[in-house]
Nanobody
Framework: QVQLVESGGGLVQPGGSLRLSCIAS????????MGWYRQAPGKQRELVAI???????NYADSVGGRFPISRDNAKNTVYLHMNSLKPEDTAVYSCNVNITWRKYWGQGTQVTVSS
């Protein structure tokens, strides 16, 4: 079955960096578009970044070039490289894959940006 397991979250000071990882299994990773989403307390989940099977990327305006997304198909892993973190980036970050009509999510990893 499809599994997505995120890691790499934590507490970081404003201006700091984190790298999130999402290890995927149960499907042909290299042929799927992968996405990172986040949900802050009291807010709806929002798209952060996506990467297609051929490596094309797209980002939310709120993160712009601060959060490059990348993938390693040999490791079935998608990364989110978070730089210049701000308190408003605090959220649970989850990775996503859509296969036919179904959306799959990991359990999420908490990122807290605070001094």
């Amino acid at each position: 079955q499809v599994q997505l397991v995120e890691s790499g979250g934590g507490l970081v000071q404003p201006g700091g960096s984190l790298r999130l990882s999402c290890i995927a299994s149960g499907f042909t990773f290299g042929s799927r578009r992968m996405g990172w989403y986040r949900q802050a307390p009291g807010k709806q989940r929002e798209l952060v970044a996506i990467i297609t099977s051929d490596g094309s990327t797209n980002y939310a305006d709120s993160v712009g070039g601060r959060f490059p997304i990348s993938r390693d198909n040999a490791k079935n892993t998608v990364y989110l490289h978070m730089n210049s973190l701000k308190p408003e980036d605090t959220a649970v970050y989850s990775c996503n894959v859509n296969i036919t009509w179904r959306k799959y999510w990991g359990q999420g990893t908490q990122v807290t940006v605070s001094s």
